[in-house]
């Protein structure tokens, strides 16, 4: 089975912060793939990365960076500087043999000017 | 469109009544998703097609629910009796190709039954 947990379930911060949200996975797949989607206040889920799990080269977007560990089985996802209009709910999702994707509950970000 | 569409954006039915929900894919994509999303928490997997036919339909909670995809492109969602616990937001994914693609999502429908 596979299982994937965002323990944090919101989170506030001051426009200008860095803000890491956790997300740490399950499963017994050998091949697998790690997403984060952004769902903002107006609902559409928003692709914003993918990893396959031979790959754990960190990788940076901009303001957006991820460090995918597995060794601690963790897909963690950092936003530096943040902006009000990061404002939305961060959701870490693992797809195995069968592609469909395993979602955690979300973390809600606020980011107040 | 360029992307995933769905329609309606919203639907209101009493409980016991039949609904169908429509997914119109990214086109060219072969692989199509269907997902629910309770209110705070994350999306729930219900079906998926690879073409015409349903890959798995593992997430379907009973057999009120169905989905079909005849041509290979538009797949419609049906619940049969709807009750009060499958109001939610309802999400269409669609996937360029075999394998891992990433899945692009629709703005979804909100279904709510009364």
């Known amino acids: 089975a596979q299982k994937v947990t965002q323990a944090q379930t919101e989170i506030s911060v001051v426009e200008k912060e860095d803000v890491t949200l956790d997300c740490v996975y399950e499963?017994?797949?050998?091949?697998?793939?790690l997403f984060w989607y952004k769902q903002p206040p107006s609902g559409e889920l928003v692709f914003l990365i993918r990893r396959n799990s031979f790959d754990e080269q960190n990788e940076i977007s901009g303001r957006y960076s991820w460090n995918f560990q597995k060794s601690t089985s963790s897909f963690n996802f950092t936003i530096t500087a943040s902006q009000v209009v990061d404002s939305a709910v961060y959701f870490c999702a693992l797809s195995g043999h069968g592609y469909a994707l395993n979602f955690g509950k979300g973390t809600s970000l606020l980011v107040t000017p | 469109g360029a992307g995933v569409s769905q329609t309606p954006s919203n639907k209101v039915t009493e409980k016991g009544k039949y609904v169908e929900l429509r997914c119109d894919p990214i086109?060219?994509?072969?692989?199509l998703y269907w997902y629910r999303q309770s209110l705070g928490q994350g999306p729930e997997f219900l079906i998926y097609f690879q073409g015409t036919g349903a890959a798995d339909d593992s997430g379907l909670p009973n057999d009120r629910f169905f989905a079909v995809r005849p041509e290979g492109s538009v797949s419609t969602l049906k619940i049969q009796r709807t009750e009060r616990g499958d109001s939610a937001v309802y999400l269409c994914?669609?996937?360029?190709?075999?394998?891992?693609?990433?899945?692009?999502f629709g703005p979804g429908t909100r279904l709510t039954v009364l």
């Open positions: 086109s060219g994509h072969t692989a």
């Open positions: 994914a669609s996937r360029r190709g075999v394998g891992a693609d990433t899945q692009y």
């Open positions: 499963t017994r797949d050998t091949t697998y793939y």
